[in-house]
Each structure stands twice: as C-alpha cells, then as structure tokens.
C-alpha cells in the first residue's frame, strides 16, 4: 500500500528555513531535515500538513503552497513550501524541542541530505 507523507520549507519574517533534527538517530548524530510527517486516511496532504505542524509543534503556517509530489519506493512525498508568523506555542515533544530557524548560510553548514538541501536550493532560488 502507498504511504502518503507531507514535507514543508517553513520560512519565518527573516527568511530562515525551519529545521529539525531528521529522526530520534538524527537528534544524536545532529542531521537535520525539513518538518515531515504522514498524512492520515480521508486527509490531503495539504490537511495533514497544517494538522501536523500545530500539533507536534505548536505552528500555525500561512501562505502554503504545492511545491512538487515525489515518489519513492512505497511513498508518495507532496512537498509545500510555508511561512510562518514568529508566533509559536511551545510543544515539549522531541521533534518540538529541537526545532530551528536557520539562514541558508547555516544550513549550509549542518548535516543534511542532499535530495532536502537541493530541494531547500530550489524553493529559496526558483
């Protein structure tokens, strides 16, 4: 059966891309990744999107738009790029606790897969 998932280029006022550690192996070894997560039966991907992001970490998203649909093995990957308000309500849950606002410069710097850091490239430069 095809799993379906959500992945979103969140970017604050000042331009910064939302990063989070990309799994619990991810938090230990620091590689990072964009906010991801399932999208449930009788949901669209657009839905699961804003659902997730609220849930596990308390961000409410504004301008989302499609970006790209990606598939990969068993999984359907929708990608959306957002931007978010600078107002977040704290979520103490692992993927919450870690989660950062980085400048390209500094995502440049950090572990990253490089199908996310192409896809980063391509929503920031068109």
Do not use: C, Q
């Amino acid at each position: 059966m095809l799993k379906r998932r959500y992945g979103a280029l969140v970017l604050n006022s000042e331009g910064k891309v939302l990063m989070r550690p990309g799994s619990a192996e991810g938090l230990k070894n620091k590689t990072w990744d964009i906010p991801k997560g399932l999208v449930a039966e009788g949901e669209s991907p657009r839905e699961a999107l804003i659902r997730g992001m609220v849930e596990r970490n308390g961000i409410i998203l504004k301008e989302i738009e499609f970006f790209d649909t990606k598939n990969e093995d068993d999984t359907e990957n929708h990608i959306y790029s957002a931007k978010f308000d600078d107002e977040m309500n704290s979520r103490d849950t692992i993927e919450s606790v870690d989660l950062r606002f980085l400048s390209e410069k500094e995502i440049d710097n950090i572990k990253i897969e490089s199908g996310t850091m192409n896809l980063i490239k391509k929503i920031l430069h068109g």
